[in-house]
């Protein structure tokens, strides 16, 4: 923020940043080779829903919009406990190119609304054969990466998700602000 | 891309605007009277005006770099883990992604009576905290709405804007102190002899402490101008972030109540820290000269502006 905002204390939305997504696919090949976390083939979409008419009519249209082609993939929306709204695209394991279709389909339509400021982030799972789970997060307004690996009882491996960390650098741009990997337990899709 | 949704509040600002100019305004008439003061007194009033530039200035920097020790202290709260309040943590970690904002160090203050605060002199040492009985009045969408309130006082740096703006106010308070005690024990030499030293006819002593006291109201009245603007301007920034209004304006009207319902004498405990709070804790009055006086805008100009959010949200 300029001298000049901070004295009139204005605040812009931050719009969110979109394309980055579009190298998740490299990043799970390289996941995949590497520590033998396979995607799940599900993704989320969160996002705070702004109140009124015009986001809930954009919303409807997306789910819409996910629904319709010949390789629809089941949508399901869920609501957080903190009011988020997650939009979980299901596709099979090897489908993740279609996946990060999907779910760029319902970021460009909530931004192309004018509704980007409210995208939070996305979210694409992997796990292994031995009940590894992991998430990649992606925040929009960042436009980093992190991984998230829950354990059972609200703790996480931060050995697995530093190890990811180190894996995927050359793939993705990791956040390197370790404050902001914030926790999403209980996200829909891990 | 639809830009109009969060079309900022062009008016505000320029009253804003409007009101730092005065403030500096008041800061160079009241500077420059002080040089000619200097300039006709001799040492008498130069040491008194020298002592209250350094006090001020050390008071101003003082609250502005412990700000965040201070508010803590002075509320009595405590900072808390991830562990110790995980939904509270989880609702901020949330909205600083929202805003793509570092994220503050979180407190709870144990106390019933419903508020939350936000200081430190950067977004690095900023502290949020709510006290236990806001967390028990509020329900989670409406606690959302005030944290995201409260960080947009820290990205609106308002701490800082503040204290900064608050100092020539102090000085002023400072120097008419100063002066007042001069002017009852050191004054004395006018009654010895011909008194030359003051120039023109008035004691130099009663011109400072006349000039420290019109800048000390003027300032005062700006100061407090600018501080409702600054809670207008982040309840805005707040309300857009979480795209709620209503569940900010359903935040303010049970905390405004349940205030309201609060026996004075505890209220007036809280009076010092009332600047940083999202609701002010005074009984809200309905007279006209209080408004102008008032740390926070009133309700129902805070409502009105949240439901015109509401209204271009939807559109």
Known sequence: MGFLDTLLGRSKPVQPKLDALFSLPTAAITLQAAMGLTPTGTGS???????????????????????????????EVTKDSYGFTWLVCKHTSDEMEALVTDLHAVNTSLADGGFGPQLLCTLVGFGDDR??????????????????????GEHRDNALELEVRGQVGGDLKIEPDLSRWFPVWGAPGL | MVRTRYAPDRGLQARMGLTVFLLGLVFVAFVTALVFVLIAAKVGAGAIIFFAVILGAG?????????????????????????????????????????????????????????????????????????????????REELEGVLAHEMSHVAHKDVVVMTIASFVGILAGLLVRFAFYGELFGGGGRGRGGNNNNGGGLPILLIVLLVGIVTYAISFLLIRLLSRYRELAADRAGALLTGQPSKLASALTKVSGAMAAIPTKDLREAQPLSAFYFAPALKPNTTTLSTIFSTHPSLERRLRQLSEISGQLSK
Not at chain 1, 131 to 152: D, E, H, M
Not at chain 2, 80 to 96: K, M, N, S, Y
Request: hydrophobic share 45%; charged share 20%; aromatic share 8%.
């Open chain 1, 131 to 152: 009940g590894r789970k992991l998430g990649i997060v992606y925040l929009y307004k960042r436009g980093t990466f992190y991984p998230f690996a829950p354990l059972s």
């Open chain 2, 59 to 139: 008071l101003t920097f003082g609250s502005l770099f412990w700000s965040d020790k201070i508010a803590l202290s002075a509320s009595g709260a405590k900072e808390v883990t991830p562990a110790q309040a995980p939904e509270l943590h989880g609702t901020i970690d949330r909205i600083c992604a929202l805003a793509d904002m570092p994220k503050p160090r979180v407190a709870i203050a144990q106390t019933d009576m419903p508020n939350a605060f936000a200081t430190g002199r950067n977004s690095k040492n900023a502290v949020i905290c709510v006290t236990t009985g806001l967390m028990r009045r509020l329900d």
């Open chain 1, 45 to 75: 979409v969160c996002f705070r829903p702004a109140e009124g008419r015009a986001f809930h009519d954009i919303e409807s249209e997306v789910r819409e919009l996910l629904a319709m082609g010949p390789e629809a993939a089941p949508v």
